[in-house]
């Protein structure tokens, strides 16, 4: 099982369509996460980090799940600027190093 | 936010030579960088962990005589590819975290490196 799963997709969505995605991991004892998100030859952006309580930025809101270790980005009315691979990166917390996972590609549509 | 800079942008060389990548953090220390490496379609793949003022922790199958770096300095790590190959070609992505921030890191704009 790889450490961390996503969906690579692409989900093609219309424009002002909401969208979710989940983002499975391995190790329980997990304790950073974050969602980035890359755009096409360029180098991964943070997006947010995910709390436990779960938060807000905006039109997204990312949640996490520790019983069953998954962790969610939904983004609400989605725009053409969107459409990029949002990658989950999970890390073990301190200096350790993060794993990220394969990307969701998504694709805003007119 | 913080930024984080690479040098090239791009390298085309060819079989043989080797291949030097600067990674600079510059408006901030970096304790830690971190050099990944992404083939068309895939993750990201963590190779090493360079801590300033150590030897570099490598990834299991990433040979550190071939991928030699250093972190001289608290904004400053290479990371040289040295007999470059065809099959070394990729996206080479440096990134940094900063003195006092243990989890976020910044990414380098990547490198592109096409050996013939």
């Known amino acids: 099982r790889k450490e961390v799963e996503q969906d690579p997709g692409p989900f093609n969505v219309p424009e002002g369509a909401t969208v979710a995605f989940n983002c499975t991991y391995s190790?329980?004892?997990?304790?950073?996460f974050f969602w980035y998100r890359q755009d096409c030859r360029k180098e991964p952006k943070l997006l947010m980090s995910?709390?436990?309580s779960g938060n807000e930025d905006g039109r997204f809101t990312a949640q996490l799940n520790r019983a069953s270790q998954y962790i969610s980005l939904l983004i609400r009315d989605s725009k053409l600027s969107d459409s990029a691979t949002y990658l989950c990166?999970?890390?073990?917390?301190?200096?350790?190093?993060?794993?990220f996972g394969t990307g969701t590609k998504l694709q805003v549509i007119p | 936010g913080a930024v984080v800079s690479q040098h090239p942008s791009r390298v085309i060389c060819k079989s043989g030579t080797s291949v030097k990548i600067e990674c600079r953090s510059l408006?901030?220390?970096?304790?830690?960088m971190f050099w990944y490496r992404q083939f068309p379609k895939q993750s990201l793949m963590l190779m090493a962990t360079?801590?300033?003022?150590?030897?570099?922790?490598?990834e299991q199958g990433v040979e550190k005589d071939k991928f030699l770096i250093n972190h001289a300095s608290l904004t400053l790590s290479t990371l040289t590819v040295t007999s470059a190959h065809p099959e070394d070609s990729s996206f080479y992505i440096c990134?940094?975290?900063?003195?006092?921030?243990?989890?976020?890191?910044?990414f380098g704009p990547g490198t592109r490196l096409l050996v013939l």
């Open positions: 360079s801590n300033e003022g150590s030897k570099a922790t490598y």
């Open positions: 990134s940094a975290r900063g003195v006092g921030n243990q989890e976020t890191q910044y």
């Open positions: 408006d901030f220390q970096a304790t830690t």
């Open positions: 990166v999970v890390g073990s917390g301190g200096y350790q190093k993060v794993t």
């Open positions: 190790n329980s004892a997990s304790q950073s």
């Open positions: 995910v709390y436990s």
